[in-house]
């Protein structure tokens, strides 16, 4: 059991609460970056989604006109 115990020098929990402040802090701002990031991700995805179709898609269609 002393063993067990040894090893759990490394966590800290601190007493005044406010020390968790600044953690909390960058988390969120983190947060926000990761959704931010992910919403430019996805609307560019669909950007770029609609100008495939556009090309490809028309390209397509122009085949099978040509070929009936």
Known sequence: MFNYLYFMDFLYFPEDKADYIPGV?????????????????????KKDEEKFEEKYLHTDQQNIDEKQ
Not at 28 to 37: R, Y
């Open 25 to 45: 802090i960058s988390l969120a701002i983190f947060m926000c970056g990761a959704v931010i990031a992910t919403y430019l991700i996805v609307k560019k995805s």
